[in-house]
Nanobody, 127 residues
Framework: QVKLVESGGASVQAGGSLRLSCAYS????????MAWFRQAPRKEREGVAV???????NYADAVSGRFTISRDKAKNTLYLQMNSLKPGDTAVYYC?????????????????????WGQGTQVTVSS
């Protein structure tokens, strides 16, 4: 049974930093395309960052240069380091995994490709 559990969400001031974690388990293999998404109130869920098994990453324009996605396979944990946070980053953040994407296809942040999701963690950035 696949399970993804996010943690690390909090309320911070603009300009601050947070690190989100996503502990995952139950996968048959350890080579999956994984990503972070977020959903703000009254907005569609949007992709934030994706990481391939070989470490390649891709970021949404809104977070490029401020956020860093990484993965520790030994700990079965996905991370999102968020720096220079802005009020516009306020959202529920979700980690996701895809068993449908592989290789060069693992750069998409289209949610339809991701078939496993965590429950989300709230990030609130105040000005």
């Amino acid at each position: 049974q696949v399970k993804l559990v996010e943690s690390g969400g909090a309320s911070v001031q603009a300009g601050g930093s947070l690190r989100l974690s996503c502990a995952y388990s139950g996968f048959l293999y350890d080579s999956y395309c994984m990503a972070w998404f977020r959903q703000a109130p009254r907005k569609e869920r949007e992709g934030v960052a994706v990481i391939a098994d070989d470490g390649r990453t891709n970021y949404a324009d809104a977070v490029s240069g401020r956020f860093t996605i990484s993965r520790d396979k030994a700990k079965n944990t996905l991370y999102l380091q968020m720096n220079s946070l802005k009020p516009g980053d306020t959202a529920v953040y979700y980690c996701a995994a895809s068993t449908r994407l592989n290789g060069l296809m693992c750069n998409t942040m289209d949610a339809v490709w991701y078939n496993y999701w965590g429950q989300g963690t709230q990030v609130t950035v105040s000005s």
